[in-house]
T-cell receptor
C-alpha cells in the first residue's frame, strides 16, 4: 500500500524568510509525487509534480520541491515567503506498478506566513 | 475553458433527508473521484469511477451512493444512513487513474445538517 506522511500540522514562517513543508512517502517502486495547495473553501490547486529526471522540480508561484530517493522525501520549498502563501498544502503519491491506483494524499500542512 | 464544476457551493440538509451533490467536467477525463474533507483529517476517498457505468467504493463509502451514466457527470448522493454528513465535499477528475497524471479538483460543496 502507498502512503504519505506530512509530519507537521502547521508551519509558521516570517514573510521574506525561506519556507519548507515536509513530506515523506512509502510506495512500491519509483513514485510519482505531487504538491497541491488549498485556499479556504476552495478546491485543491496543482503546484508541481515529480515524474522523473532532475530531483529539483520547479512549480507555480515560485515553489519548488526536492525529490530525495534515499530519504523517500519530497519537501516543498520557497526561497522567500509571501503572506499570500498562507494556505493548506497537500503532498500526494502514486506508485508505478502499472495498476490503476489513484493518488494517496497526506493529511495536509497549514502554512502560516506572518507579516 | 475546460474545468470541473461542483454545485451547489453550500447545501443544507435536514435530518433524514437525502441530498445530491453535482459534479460535471468538460475535460474529457475518464476517471472521477469524490472526497470528503474534515478538519485535521485530510482527504478521505468516498467513491471513484474509472469508466462510464462503473464505480468502486473508497475508504468511507457507507451512507453514500453514486452513479456514472455519462462520462462528464459523477453525482454523489448523501443518504439518511450517513450519520455525520456535515463536511466539505470535493470532486476530482483525472485522465486516468494510473500513470503520471494528477487530479483536477472542483471548488467544493459545503454540506451542513440543520
Amino acid at each position: 500500500a502507498q502512503s504519505v506522511a506530512q509530519p507537521e500540522d502547521q508551519v509558521n514562517v516570517a514573510e521574506g524568510n525561506p519556507l519548507t513543508v515536509k513530506c515523506t512517502y512509502s510506495v512500491s517502486g519509483n513514485p510519482y509525487l505531487f504538491w497541491y495547495v488549498q485556499y479556504p473553501n476552495r478546491g485543491l490547486q496543482f503546484l508541481l509534480k515529480y515524474i522523473t529526471g532532475d530531483n529539483l522540480v520547479k512549480g507555480s508561484y515560485g515553489f519548488e520541491a526536492e525529490f530525495n530517493k534515499s530519504q523517500t522525501s519530497f519537501h516543498l520549498k520557497k526561497p522567500s515567503a509571501l503572506v499570500s502563501d498562507s494556505a493548506l498544502y497537500f503532498c500526494a503519491v502514486r506508485g508505478r506498478r502499472g495498476g490503476a491506483d489513484g493518488l494517496t494524499f497526506g493529511k495536509g500542512t497549514h502554512l502560516i506566513i506572518q507579516p | 475553458d475546460g474545468g470541473i464544476t461542483q454545485s451547489p457551493k453550500y447545501l443544507f440538509r435536514k435530518e433524514g433527508q437525502n441530498v445530491t451533490l453535482s459534479c460535471e467536467q468538460n475535460l474529457n477525463h475518464d476517471a472521477m473521484y469524490w472526497y470528503r474533507q474534515d478538519p485535521g483529517q485530510g482527504l478521505r476517498l468516498i467513491y471513484y469511477s474509472q469508466i462510464v457505468n462503473d464505480f468502486q467504493k473508497g475508504d468511507i463509502a457507507e451512507g453514500y451512493s453514486v452513479s456514472r451514466e455519462k462520462k462528464e457527470s459523477f453525482p454523489l448522493t448523501v443518504t439518511s444512513a450517513q450519520k455525520n454528513p456535515t463536511a466539505f465535499y470535493l470532486c476530482a477528475s483525472s485522465t486516468s487513474r494510473g500513470g503520471s497524471y494528477g487530479y483536477t479538483f472542483g471548488s467544493g460543496t459545503r454540506l451542513t445538517v440543520v
